[in-house]
């Protein structure tokens, strides 16, 4: 080892099919202790110096056998990645089909991926931690000597390392690994253990960032006494301390905030500025979103009976330190989350790290909020709303294992911990887990495969689980990572689940009521307001207008081979199956009742807010969509200001309906049940049964009992009236059933294709070659081509027909669906034809993408 030269495998960051395998490049001796798999490097490619991860790292030839380029450049003290992470990459390449870099890549943070110079300092938040042992420049050695040694640094090398950097204040990192070619070891532990710490250029546009911004000047008592003094001439600026004080937690605001929210001027708050009421300043932005932000610190409760059993269950095998995997059923308010709380406990005692994925981070305020009560400044938020300096923080905190928990969405199951032992996932069934760009990932795939990688637990939670996790874990098939199933049917403050009323849209019409809220859910809101209790109105966005539903007897149009609803394609004036390329004219009147009044559906929650108005003069609503959702933060700022009953509704889309605990809400109104139902997706009935029981569980939490008004156009759908009755197994009976007969998932499993060319005939043609050469080479290999069939081994290729969207870019879509079940490698087949076609010279222009396992299917 000592002597011969060492050559790196490494990945480069050319996303391209023939540069999708390792390459090989001397490592120089200068670099020899810093090289290890997860470093990013970079090489000589080509004619170009390109990003490469290292894969790993082995002995060279010797004699060599051709002449080796060597790595040029070290890009980072701390690798970025790790041998698992890599390993982890090769994994994703062949389970989701794509380019290795593509996987390593989405590993880290975007701040990463530029070529940013990076420089070692002392640690901020060394020196914050521990004041009275800063290290000053230009000091003496001997105290030097006695404050590193109080830190336990008494080695002579980290002292020489120490002091080198506390001189200059701030070293670039290649010249301290040239300066210090032998200290790895010791520098990546100062790195670690935080005594150093990397930072990149301030100059650069992750630097400090200032903005200006509005914060009071004097207390708020004053400041409310101040307003109503306040001269009537001044409208403007009473409006403006007004808004303040509203938001007194949140203070300093930006000024832009203030100014846009209010439609003011910079001059109408200098004028404020000028009479002494406020403070305009340039501010630091916090690259910790959640710094100087108090989190009321919470206890361990102690367990229900209930609780008690599934954490004890759950901590027997995290003791174990082996892989495993547990699929938490709890119904709504079951007191899932305390689970995770004491859980994650007993991971960081001993001494490993706990991941938690949620599905939207800035949905989830309330999430956040405890796990930080409880664990403080143990835990990294990585938030897709903070910016990439501070996304970058959040990470490195965790690389350098300065932090024992990471929660955030999808992408924080690849939060870069060592020792990880327990990783959770919140409500699973969410489709957002699922990455729907290149690489096309589910992270609770990808959760189980890493916890396997460290032999840690995983958790998926859910009052109301994905049909393939709770098919998994019934079956307990010979999938070693089937999850064993845990049952919470309980809520942990004992009091029942609240009543469901289904409201027949039908009826109300009939009865001569065309308004959008039918009589018992208008009283019910009436009733709420004289009692000074809360409502949610949930309004199903999902599957605005694209399907055609008759008012007068909920009829909608369905494919006759597909058992799915057409979609209206305005364009064409017609009705389309997005699976088998069926279609149909739009029609005048209704097929089922002869009725007229069939039409496209949907309603936006403006329009329901302008309803709310007329019928309850004064009502005060808080509007939770995508409009009023888009400012950081917003989403908190709205929560709060309903959990301070300072609205009496809160109404959003699917938004309000994920986690949110408030003791007075007594009544949920869903506006249109069926809304998604109608959508062209096998997954519908899943989908709207999923949303109804979330929703319906945000009411009666606390003391107060709730109440639940569905309204719905088909009631007597299985979906509707099984989350009504709170019965997740009767629909989960049915469903299977269903997708049993139709060969859907869980029964086997999807690869949808797409195929992409600027001209159509071309594209048709190529498409068709596709499915025609992989049915063939499936038959070749034994394997089934029909579903109908009862052997194991099956690939069935529906299609091609043309894409939902069947032009994009002026590019042409056109796509099929694979569907497979049994011991057989479809997925690497279907990639090396997808390979094979994009190779032949003819259809240069082609590109097909492959999604294994799709969630979204239109
Ligand atoms: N052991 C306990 N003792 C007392 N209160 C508890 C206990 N466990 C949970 N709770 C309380 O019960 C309520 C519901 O718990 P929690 O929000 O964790 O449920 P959940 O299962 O996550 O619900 P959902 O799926 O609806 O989000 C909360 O107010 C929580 O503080
Ligand atoms: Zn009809
Ligand atoms: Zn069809």
Redo the contacts with the bound molecule.
């Keep these: 080892m000592e002597t011969g030269n060492l050559v790196a495998k490494v990945i480069v960051d050319v996303p391209a099919k023939d540069t999708d395998r390792t390459f090989d490049y001397l490592i120089p001796d200068s670099m020899r202790p810093w090289i290890e798999p997860g470093s990013r490097v970079a090489v000589p490619f080509g004619k170009r110096t390109v990003q490469a991860f290292v894969i790993s790292v082995v002995p060279a030839d010797d004699p060599p056998k051709y002449r080796m380029r060597a790595i040029q450049e070290l890009l980072d003290l701390v690798p970025p990645l790790s041998g698992d992470l890599v390993e982890l990459g090769k994994w994703m390449s062949e389970r989701y089909a794509c380019n290795q870099i593509m996987a390593l890549q989405v590993m880290i943070p975007t701040a990463l991926k530029g070529k940013a110079e990076r420089y070692i300092s002392i640690a901020e938040q060394h020196e914050l931690t521990h004041p009275q042992r800063t290290i000053q420049p230009n000091q003496g050695d001997e105290l030097e000597w006695a404050l590193l040694t109080d830190d336990g640094m008494s080695d002579p090398t980290e002292r020489r390392i120490v002091s080198f950097i506390q001189e200059k204040e701030q070293v670039p990192l290649q010249q301290l690994s040239r300066r210090f070619p032998e200290e790895a070891e010791v520098i990546k532990s100062l790195l670690r253990r935080g005594v150093l710490q990397e930072s990149q250029v301030i100059k650069d546009k992750l630097g400090k960032k200032t903005m200006k911004s509005v914060d009071l000047a004097i207390g708020i008592d004053e400041a409310s006494t101040a307003l109503e003094q306040f001269s009537t001439k001044a409208q403007r600026q009473r409006e403006v301390l007004a808004f303040l004080l509203e938001r007194s937690e949140f203070l300093p605001l930006s000024l832009k905030e203030v100014m846009t929210s209010l439609s003011v001027s910079a001059a109408t708050v200098k004028a404020l500025e000028d009479k002494g009421y406020v403070l305009l300043e340039d501010v630091e932005v916090f690259r910790d979103p959640y710094r100087g932000r108090h989190f009321k610190p919470t206890e361990p409760?102690?367990?229900?009976v209930e609780?008690q059993s599934v954490y004890e269950r759950i901590i027997r095998q995290l003791d174990t330190r082996e892989q495993g995997a547990y699929l938490l059923h709890?119904?709504?308010?079951?007191?899932?989350?305390?689970i995770y709380l004491q859980t994650i406990q007993r991971c960081i005692k001993q001494n490993r790290q706990a991941i938690v994925l949620v599905p939207e981070i800035s949905l989830t305020p309330q999430m956040v909020e405890r796990f930080k009560g409880r664990f403080g400044d143990q835990v990294a938020v990585m938030h897709s709303r903070l910016s990439g300096g501070e996304r970058y923080d959040e990470w490195r905190k965790i690389r350098e294992g300065r932090v024992k928990v990471a929660i955030g969405a999808r992408s924080a199951v690849f939060a870069p911990f060592r020792e990880l032992g327990l990783i959770i996932m919140?409500?699973e069934h969410e489709t957002s887990y699922k990455q729907e760009e290149t690489p096309k990932y589910h992270a609770r795939d990808v959760a189980i495969r890493r916890a396997h990688q460290h032999g840690a637990v995983v958790i998926l939670?859910?009052?109301t689980p994905s049909l393939e996790s709770y098919y998994a874990a019934r079956s307990q098939s010979n999938d070693e990572f089937a999850p064993l199933l845990l049952e919470?049917p309980t809520?942990?403050?004992g009091n029942t689940l609240p009543e469901v009323h289904i409201m027949d849209m039908r009826e109300e019409l009939r009865a001569g009521n065309r308004s959008m809220f039918s009589r018992a859910l208008h009283n019910g809101i009436a009733e709420r307001l004289e009692r000074k209790e809360q409502t949610v109105l949930l309004l199903n966005r999902r599957g605005h207008s694209t399907f055609v539903m008759c008012r007068s007897c909920g009829y909608v149009a369905g494919c006759p081979h597909c058992d799915i609803s057409l979609t209206y394609h305005q364009r064409s004036n017609n009705l389309r199956c997005h699976y088998c390329g069926y279609s149909e004219p739009v029609p005048q009147t209704c097929p089922e009742c002869g009725s007229e009044h069939i039409r496209y559906f949907g309603t936006g929650t403006q329009r329901v807010e302008e309803e709310l108005a007329k019928l309850f003069p004064g009502i005060r609503v808080v509007r939770m969509d995508v409009d009023t959702t888009t400012e950081k933060n917003a989403h908190e700022k709205l929560l709060k200001q309903f959990r301070d009953k300072k609205a009496d509704v809160l109404l959003g889309t699917q938004m309000v309906a994920?986690?949110l605990?408030f003791p007075d809400v007594t009544l949920v109104g869903v506006i249109t049940a069926d809304s998604a139902l109608n959508l062209p997706d096998f997954r519908a009935a899943e989908k709207t049964f999923q949303l109804l029981t979330?929703v319906a569980?945000?009411a009666g939490?606390?003391q107060l009992p709730g109440e639940v008004f569905v309204q719905s156009y088909t009631p007597e759908h299985y979906s509707v009236i099984h989350a009504s009755r709170h019965d997740y197994a009767s629909f989960v009976r049915e469903e299977l059933k269903h997708r049993r007969n139709l060969h859907y998932p869980p029964y086997c499993r999807l690869i949808l294709v797409t195929f992409s060319h600027e001209q159509l005939p071309v594209l048709v043609r190529l498409a068709e070659n596709y499915s025609a050469t992989l049915q063939g080479r499936a038959r070749q290999r034994g394997w089934f081509g029909n579903m109908d069939r009862l052997t194991s081994d099956v690939l069935d290729i529906l299609g091609p027909v043309a894409s939902p969207i069947s032009r994009i870019k002026n590019r042409y879509r056109f796509q099929c669906m694979i569907k497979w079940r049994g011991n057989i490698d479809a997925i690497s087949l279907a990639q090396q034809v997808a390979d094979e076609m994009a190779e032949s010279a003819q259809a240069q222009k082609l590109l097909i993408s492959l999604d294994v396992d799709p969630q979204m299917l239109m």
């Design positions: 409760l102690p367990l229900t609780q709890g119904v709504t308010g079951s007191g899932k989350t305390e919140d409500e939670g859910s009052a919470m809520r942990a403050l994920k986690g605990d979330q569980g945000r939490r606390h």
